[in-house]
């Protein structure tokens, strides 16, 4: 599964790449789905070139060093249920990513929402009956793996509000008096320690869970989540402040992110832990959009004039860190729910 992924991350790359206009980069991208800032001083289309490359040389890599499992799973391919929930999702999130731009009370995004509502509620009633469901419903309503895909929802928002944040205010100029006029290069370099923080805290996470519980570990990474909000809104007046306080959230993200696949592979049976865990992710990925959405919202309405354009106000900013840090929090409180036996 791992190198069947690969091949449309690789195929996906290539066609954004390839792209003229955009729908066949919106293809290209949905294809990435499925499995660097260097556009500053190059081609765009070199950053799909190089995430291609590297596609085929993680799919070597699993080849050569990964061991082959025997599949263990029985049963047949819930079309049906793919299909459902593939049109549900992207209704739900094409309605809330866009719903700033279109308007939240036009026709299109209460079409969407709507849509989204009927198709999902009907994904539901198939997924309850059909012999083989792609997503059990049972097993995901299970104290434990309710609220991890919940803390997932919280999390997903929390990590990506912070990087949109940030990556803003390092860029917008000094004119404004809380840009920090940075270029694109300099700005993703300030923050590739982030990166290198989430990899080097992973060994630790899976300490603190091997002591003392998953549940531990996704509570800890929730509130240093917090903690980076926090960083960032005392010292968003100097790069080096806002590659701390990502650093700090990254930590977080890296921590709880951990945690995640132990605890709802602790809550199900072998056979549904792919299912499972994939259903997670996709937990994480709405919770990303959601917070997509929310931030343009925030921006958007809080804005200044400099120079004749209009740009999101530090105010703006401020209260985008605000709601990011209360998301976190409540991702902590969250996990506090969690069964005990999960600690």
């Given amino acids: 599964m791992m190198l069947a992924c690969s091949a449309p991350l690789v195929a996906g790359s290539v066609v954004c790449a390839l792209a003229g206009s955009l729908i066949p980069m919106i293809a290209g991208r949905g294809l990435q789905g499925l499995a660097a800032a260097v556009a500053e001083y190059a081609d765009w289309r070199m950053l799909f070139w190089g ?9 070597l890599l699993i080849w050569l060093l990964v061991p082959a499992t025997p599949a263990h799973g029985r049963g047949r391919l ?27 009370t036009s026709g299109t995004t209460l079409g969407l929402l709507g849509a989204a509502v009927v198709v999902l509620l009907l994904w539901g009633l198939w997924e309850l009956r059909v012999r083989d469901p792609l997503v059990d419903l049972r097993t995901t ?29 390092l860029q917008l100029p000094e004119a404004t008096g809380y840009g920090l006029g940075q270029s694109m290069l300099t700005a993703g370099l300030w923050l590739a320690p982030s990166g290198l923080m989430m990899m080097a805290v992973s ?18 990474g929730a509130l240093v989540i917090a903690v980076g909000y926090g960083s960032a809104f005392a010292l968003m007046g100097a790069p080096w402040g806002l590659m701390v306080a990502g650093s700090v959230g990254s930590i977080g993200v890296g921590l709880a992110y951990g ?30 959009s959601v917070s997509a959405a929310v931030v343009g919202v925030i921006l958007s309405q809080m804005t200044v004039t400099v120079g004749g354009h209009v740009l999101p106000s530090e105010s703006g900013f401020r209260t985008a860190l605000l709601v990011g840090c209360g998301v976190a929090l409540v991702a ?11 600690a």
């Fill in 51 to 59: 995430s291609a490359a590297l596609s085929m040389v993680v799919a």
């Fill in 78 to 104: 819930d079309a049906g249920g793919a299909l459902g929930l593939g049109v549900g999702l992207v209704c739900l999130l094409l309605g809330v990513s866009k719903g700033a731009e279109w308007g939240w």
């Fill in 141 to 169: 309503a299970r104290p434990q793996v309710l609220l991890t895909n919940v803390a997932s929802v919280l999390v997903g928002f929390a990590m990506y509000a912070q990087s949109l944040v940030v990556m803003q205010i």
């Fill in 203 to 220: 060994g630790l996470g899976a300490r603190l869970s091997a002591a003392r519980g998953p549940r531990t570990s996704l509570f800890a």
């Fill in 259 to 288: 945690a995640m696949p132990a605890l709802i592979m602790g809550a199900v049976p072998q056979r549904e832990t792919a299912s499972a865990n994939s259903f997670n992710t996709l937990m994480r990925s709405i919770g990303t």
């Fill in 332 to 342: 902590a409180l969250v996990t506090l729910a969690l069964p005990r036996r999960a």
